[in-house]
């Protein structure tokens, strides 16, 4: 397990893009960031950065379910969080705005609404 750990960080830290392109969306291998994740949930359950990372990651592999139901365990973190957390309250509500549209579905839009 360590070893998977420490060659998952390895390539986390060694890609200068990876948390700028995480954080814009933009991330092209979103198996790397779900392995962050749950190392981050793991390693720190009280830190928001994990149960966010895996809500943007699951969002990316279309498992809506399990991506609303991080969202709602980070919102119970974003409770307790440090300041220096608080920052990353915008990128939460992006998701949850953007789930909030897949638990609509595509029925309940309007033809003008996309």
Request: charged share 30%; proline share 2%; net charge negative.
């Amino acid at each position: 397990m360590w070893d998977s750990n420490q060659a998952m960080l390895e390539q986390v830290t060694s890609n200068e893009d990876f948390l700028r392109n995480l954080f814009l969306d933009e991330l092209h291998d979103w198996s790397l960031a779900k392995a962050y994740g749950e190392y981050l949930v793991d390693a720190c359950p009280e830190l928001l950065l994990g149960y966010l990372i895996l809500t943007r990651v699951y969002r990316h592999l279309g498992e809506f379910d399990r991506a609303m139901k991080t969202a709602r365990q980070c919102r119970s973190v974003v409770a307790r969080a440090d300041f220096g957390e608080q920052a990353f309250l915008s990128d939460l509500e992006y998701e949850e705005r953007l789930l909030a549209s897949v638990e609509l579905g595509p029925t309940e839009w309007g033809e003008g609404d996309r």
